[in-house]
């Protein structure tokens, strides 16, 4: 490639009479940041030349060049031995310079019948769909993590809140399990994105298409995609696959960030349930006695940028004309750092789950108290006196009051003050308020009976196997 003569950018500077200001180049090259596309943008290449030779567009010497002097860069990329240039602007610019210098002109055959703004758009899709099924194996570890650790925890009673108020007891393994499906859905999510982004924009063009007899749905398949866009001008504005993955990525982030709350909470001096292993808490530097979960703090606070990358891609392409503005160059960061963060967050929590210590005393004392079981006991009631639920409920209402008068639990009133509906009801009440009875009293699907966890289980190592 002829450099002009005032050494203007040789790809598309050849109608400039003035250098690039150096403030352009620092606002206009995103190699920095889009180096990750390498190996997609050589996948591309090869295969479009591929296209091009069969269809003899280009000839088969030309070809050959073209393929070997890719597989040369591809090498260099791979060895870390590449090196990228501001200079020339972006990953599709370095890869096509450093092409021309090692095979000449041939090179410059390998842009017929495509534009960097097809070639940008199908770069990055296909970096998001190999994102996707990396983020979703690292979900199918922790869930497993998951589940070993519930496993181990069926009859852990444990006080389930609602409003961060003691509610009602449940197995500790429910409540971790709840976290096995959101993290499923999380997956389910992101795995059913992939039907919608398996379309193959390559051989768009700039916009409009192209007047070479292309075979896009070669290209399509032989890169993998399902089938070719259906429409070159949609192809190269579209970036609802990144907008897509970034919301999956905040939701997931947002799951994670309410499972550190807990885990934080957990750990607080006066819950005491979980210990933090040390290689997953931090000390202060003030304070000796500290051990602080920083871990699950910075999970939890890195929903900041999760939710901050969607906002961002979503106000870059909001009121954007069609086709390719350069305002899309922006889509990657957020993409970027959205996938690393999230990748690191879900290792971090599998980390912590693992080395957690669970202390099962603290948990059970924080059960003992028998007015967690108030709403078993308006059931109990319900089934036993055949009353109506209502009617049991300001029953027992009653009873949580007085013994809230007497600073005491409603298994600490006496038998008459239990009487309530008949002489010996008072026994029976007391018989009947056992914390320790409580999950097994559950019945239904999906409740915390050891019954259904044990199926939830089940289940769930099947899904994952
Ligand atoms: N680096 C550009 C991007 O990421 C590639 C497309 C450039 N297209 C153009 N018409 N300038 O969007």
């Not at 070669?218 to 970034?246: Q, W, Y």
């Not at 009873?399 to 008949?422: F, H, M, P, R, S």
């Not at 009293?441 to 999906?446: H, T």
């Amino acid at each position: 490639m002829k450099k002009n003569k005032k050494n203007i950018n040789p790809i598309w500077g050849s109608n400039f009479n003035k250098l690039s200001n150096p403030l352009l180049e620092k606002i206009n090259s995103s190699i920095d940041f889009d180096k990750r596309l390498a190996l997609q943008d050589i996948k591309v290449s090869e295969v479009h030349s591929l296209m091009l030779k069969n269809k003899k567009i280009i000839s088969l010497t030309e070809y050959k060049s073209i393929t070997k002097g890719l597989k040369k860069i591809k090498n260099l990329i791979i060895n870390n031995k590449f090196v990228f240039k501001r200079s020339h602007e972006d990953i599709h610019m370095n890869i096509e310079m450093e092409l021309h210098n090692l095979i000449g002109d041939a090179a410059e055959k390998l842009h017929t019948a495509r534009s960097r703004n097809d070639q940008v758009v199908t770069d990055f899709k296909l970096w998001v769909i190999e994102a996707i099924k990396e983020l979703s194996q690292k979900i199918t570890n922790l869930q497993k993590t998951i589940i070993n650790k519930s496993g181990l925890h069926i009859n852990t009673i444990f006080p389930g809140y609602t409003h961060l108020q003691s509610a009602q007891i449940v197995s500790f393994a429910h409540h971790l399990m709840a976290y096995y499906e959101m993290l499923k859905r999380d997956k389910d999510r992101f795995l059913k994105s992939i039907d919608r982004i398996n379309e193959c924009p390559l051989g768009s063009a700039a916009l409009a298409g192209t007047s070479f007899d292309i075979d896009r749905v070669f290209t399509s398949k032989k890169l993998g995609f399902k089938k070719p866009t259906s429409n070159s001008m949609d192809s190269v504005s579209d970036r609802d696959f990144a907008l897509e993955f970034l919301s999956n990525v905040a939701i997931c982030g947002s799951h994670l960030s309410r499972i550190s709350e807990d885990i934080t909470i957990w750990t607080n001096d006066q819950f005491k349930f979980v210990t933090l292993s040390d290689d997953f808490s931090t000390g202060s530097s003030i304070m000796p006695q500290k051990k602080n979960p920083d871990s699950a703090e910075l999970i939890r606070g890195k929903m900041g940028r999760f939710s901050g990358n969607l906002i961002s891609l979503l106000s870059i392409v909001k009121g954007l004309p069609l086709t390719y503005s350069k305002d899309l160059q922006e889509d990657k960061e957020p993409v970027f750092d959205s996938y690393d963060n999230l990748i690191t967050s879900i290792d971090v929590i599998d980390g912590i789950f693992k080395g957690l210590k669970i202390n099962k005393e603290k948990m059970k004392n924080a059960c003992n108290n028998s007015n967690l079981m108030a709403t078993d006991l308006a059931d109990w009631l319900v089934m036993n006196y055949k009353i109506s639920f209502r009617k049991a409920y300001k029953m027992i209402a009653k009873l949580v009051k007085i013994a809230d008068k007497k600073n005491c639990q409603i298994n600490d009133l006496t038998d008459i003050e239990l009487n309530i509906i008949g002489n010996d009801s008072g026994l029976k009440i007391k018989k009947f308020l056992k914390i320790d009875n409580s999950i097994n009293l559950k019945k239904s699907l999906g409740s915390t009976s050891p019954k259904e966890i044990r199926k939830a289980i089940a289940s769930a190592k099947k899904d994952l196997n």
